[in-house]
Structures are given as structure tokens and as C-alpha cells.
């Protein structure tokens, strides 16, 4: 063991949702976790609602009280479309909802003081011409940074496998196309790294770690992009959780488990112990990644209230 993490384990909304949202953090809290990643939309938090920001201040004295961190996700599924999920997105024709919901988004994580909100490209639809989607980022992504550096929020692009953005060298490409905008950051789903990252979670870590802000947590198999709980998949944990310490995170790290609410309370602890018998795993399985990695100086500091 190297002492302890240094950065916050958190737990992620959408894997509650059959908890009303102050059940689920009396549950968290009760196993541990400093933080949540919250999504945006039924059944917790709805941006849309008259009375979103009076609940966002709320929520935001009870997690004060609480010493819990947060950030925003937004990978809601029905929000915006009822027939279709994720739709529209940032690379449709008409992206108009999308990027209400984001700016919306964006306000909440104001008002909450979050350390980012989190979102994702898309998958490019199929009436798209090549090169159309990879336009529409470059042409949204710019207005959705202007209305974040005046909320004074940050943002986290999150890859993800089958989208426009798929790896973090899309994602740090498209940043840089863009002109490198210090509001905008990134956000590393360790489990995406088996599907789609060609040198694996260590390498897709250290690519993001100068601009990473946000870090979710699940198992996958190299076959499927399916979240799977923790020793579920080949993700090596302990490496994942080394090599964060060794490039000096110290943002949330939290469970993304958005398919099994069916058993929050049980895969909470469950993710939990899975989490510490990794670090503490860790610095016997890669010792010359983990020595004395906790007195290095982080290479960014996340905003957000500990």
C-alpha cells in the first residue's frame, strides 16, 4: 500500500435510479464514497424544471454538509428525444436540443461549484457525409466553451467507442483543432480503454493526463462496449489506479454502472472493496509506477469543492 488515494472515489447516478437522489447519497456515504458523478435528467435532477437551479443550490449545501465532491454527467438517455436515446447529439444536422441541454448542463455545474461537466460526441448519423460530423464539433464545440468560461465551469470530453470521438488522441486532436481552449478538458472511462484504446488504460491515461479532469470507473471485455462491474472484465485495476496516482490525478474517480440499478446498494460496496483491494494491490503489482507517487505535484488542479 502507498498510503492513501489521492484522489476521490465517487459513485455514479445513473446507477440509482431507483433511488430517490437523497437515498442514494445517504447510501454512498454510508460506504465511502467522497464524491458523485451526477446525471442530468429523470430521475434526479432535471435541468429543464422551473425550480433546477433552487435544487441544484440545495443539493449543493447538502454535499457541502456532506464533504462529498461532485461532477455533472450527461449521458441521460431519453431526455431530449423519447423514442430515440442520446439523440440528438452534438454531431446531428440539427443539434439545437443538444446544446441547450449542455449549456443548461453547464449552469447546473455552476451553481453546484462541480469540478466539470462531463459529455460525449455522438455517433455520427447515417445520413452524414464524411467529414460532416468532425465539422459540426469543430463549429458547436467553441460556443459550448464560451458559455462554460463564462460560468467559470470546466468541461470533460469523454471518448467513447463507436462515437465521432472514440479515443483520446481524437479527443486532445479535436481539442487542439479548436485551438486548445484551457476550459476544456477530458474525461477517461477506464473500461472504454479495453474496447478502443490501442495502447491500453495505462497509455490512454497518460496521453489525457495534462488535460484530465474527470475519470469514471467500470470493467469492460475487449468484444463489447458494455459496463460490467468491477473484476467482471480484463481491466486491470490496480494499473488504472497506479498509473492515476503516478501522473498526479486528483479529480473523481467514480463508478459508472448505468445498467444495474437493479442492485445499487450491493454493487456500491461491492465497487467499493474492489477499489481498495486494488490500491492497496497496487504498489506490489506496479511497484516502479507507485513509488512515492503521492509526494509528486499534481500536473493540473481540478476546481470543485473537496
Not at 209 to 237: I, K, R, S, T, Y
Request: glycine content about 10%; hydrophobic content about 45%; some cysteine.
Amino acid at each position: 500500500m502507498t498510503g492513501p488515494m489521492p484522489f476521490t472515489l465517487g459513485y455514479g447516478t445513473n446507477g440509482f435510479t431507483d433511488h430517490p437522489l437523497d437515498t442514494a447519497l445517504d447510501v454512498l456515504t454510508t460506504e465511502g464514497y467522497g464524491a458523485v458523478a451526477l446525471t442530468l435528467g429523470f430521475p434526479h435532477l432535471d435541468p429543464f424544471a422551473p425550480d433546477a437551479d433552487d435544487a441544484a443550490a440545495a443539493l449543493r449545501d447538502r454535499l457541502d454538509e456532506a464533504g462529498m465532491r461532485v461532477v455533472v454527467e450527461t449521458g441521460t438517455r431519453f431526455l431530449l428525444d423519447p423514442y430515440v436515446k442520446h439523440r440528438p447529439t452534438l454531431v446531428d444536422a440539427d443539434a439545437d436540443a443538444r446544446m441547450a441541454y449542455l449549456r443548461r448542463a453547464v449552469d447546473v455545474a455552476g451553481v453546484l461549484g462541480a469540478g466539470c461537466m462531463s459529455f460525449f460526441s455522438g455517433i455520427a448519423p447515417p445520413d452524414a457525409r464524411p467529414g460532416d460530423a468532425w465539422s459540426r464539433l469543430l463549429e458547436r464545440l467553441p460556443r459550448l466553451v464560451d458559455h462554460a468560461d463564462a460560468a467559470g465551469v470546466r468541461l470533460a470530453l469523454e471518448p467513447e467507442p463507436g462515437m465521432v470521438v472514440e479515443t483520446v488522441g481524437d479527443a486532445l486532436r479535436l481539442r487542439e483543432e479548436i485551438g486548445s481552449p484551457g476550459t476544456l478538458g477530458l474525461t477517461v472511462d477506464l473500461g472504454h480503454c479495453v474496447v478502443v484504446e490501442p495502447g491500453g488504460v495505462e497509455a490512454a491515461l497518460r496521453a489525457a493526463a495534462p488535460h484530465l479532469v474527470n475519470v469514471q470507473v467500470d470493467d469492460m471485455l475487449p468484444v463489447a462496449h458494455e459496463h460490467l462491474p468491477l473484476g467482471d472484465g480484463v481491466l486491470d485495476l490496480p494499473l488504472a489506479l497506479a498509473t492515476l496516482a503516478d501522473v498526479g490525478y486528483r479529480g473523481v474517480a467514480a463508478v459508472e454502472l448505468p445498467r444495474h440499478s437493479f442492485d445499487a446498494p450491493g454493487l456500491a460496496r461491492r465497487s467499493m472493496a474492489a477499489l481498495v483491494a486494488a490500491w492497496q494491490a497496487q504498489g506490489a503489482t506496479h511497484p516502479d509506477l507507485t513509488h512515492d507517487a503521492r509526494h509528486r505535484a499534481p500536473l493540473h488542479t481540478p476546481g470543485g469543492p473537496r
